[in-house]
Every structure is written in structure tokens, then in C-alpha cells.
């Protein structure tokens, strides 16, 4: 029962990451943040120089992270799966290396914004 219950908690740790991404992506394609701020959004020097530039930014980002997170909750789960029943020293680890993988597709929205931000505003 424990290897069920840990199995559990791991599978919804590793879903946090995908299924934030999905989330927050969507809130912020639909409602960005309306004011340039330094405390929530995608917040970068090149991102907060203009109103426009901001949008822009808020947007893309949102897009990029959907588009991302689709794959990335679909692997986690097939990751996941085959972990169900066995000992916790092995889902635990498997999860761990998991939510590493899960941090690229979560980073790489900063070098894809920041260049398409280059692109569009020099």
C-alpha cells in the first residue's frame, strides 16, 4: 500500500510542472497582465522596455508554454505508468530524473521569447 501511496505522490508531483505550464499559458494568452510589473508574467529587461513589447512577450510566452506542455504531460504520463507497483527507491528516482527532463521545455521559453522579442523589436 505505502509503494501505491508514494506511487501516487510522485505521479501528481510529476504532473505540477506540465500541468502549470498548460495553465498559466492559457491565462496568460487570454488575460495577460494589462501593466508592465516586476512581479508576475514573463518579466525581462528586453520584455519590459515597451507596452507593446510587454504584450507581445506575455503572448508568446503563453503560446510557447501550451504548445510545450501538451508533450511534456502526455511523456510524464507514459514515464509514470510503468512505475505503478514498483518499490519506492525506483518511482522516486525514475520521477526525480523525470522533472529534470521536465525543466527544459519549462526553461526554454526564455531564449525562444528573448529571441523572438529580438526579432520583432531589435
Not at 57 to 67: E, K, T
Not at 99 to 120: D, H, N, S, W, Y
Request: proline letters at 6%; charged letters at 20%; a positive charge.
Amino acid at each position: 500500500m505505502a509503494d501505491f501511496l508514494f506511487w501516487l505522490f510522485t505521479l501528481v508531483t510529476a504532473l505540477l510542472i506540465p500541468v502549470c505550464m498548460l495553465f498559466l499559458g492559457r491565462h496568460f494568452q487570454k488575460k495577460p497582465p494589462r501593466e508592465i510589473n516586476s512581479g508576475y508574467g514573463y518579466r525581462t529587461t528586453r520584455s519590459m522596455r515597451s507596452q507593446e513589447a510587454w504584450d507581445f512577450a506575455q503572448r508568446y510566452s503563453g503560446r510557447f508554454w501550451v504548445r510545450a506542455a501538451r508533450p511534456t504531460l502526455a511523456v510524464s504520463l507514459v514515464w509514470m505508468l510503468p512505475l505503478l507497483g514498483r518499490d519506492i527507491g525506483t518511482a522516486g528516482a525514475s520521477a526525480t530524473v523525470l522533472m529534470g527532463l521536465q525543466m527544459f521545455p519549462f526553461l526554454a521559453v526564455i531564449p525562444a521569447t528573448e529571441r523572438a522579442l529580438r526579432r520583432k523589436f531589435g
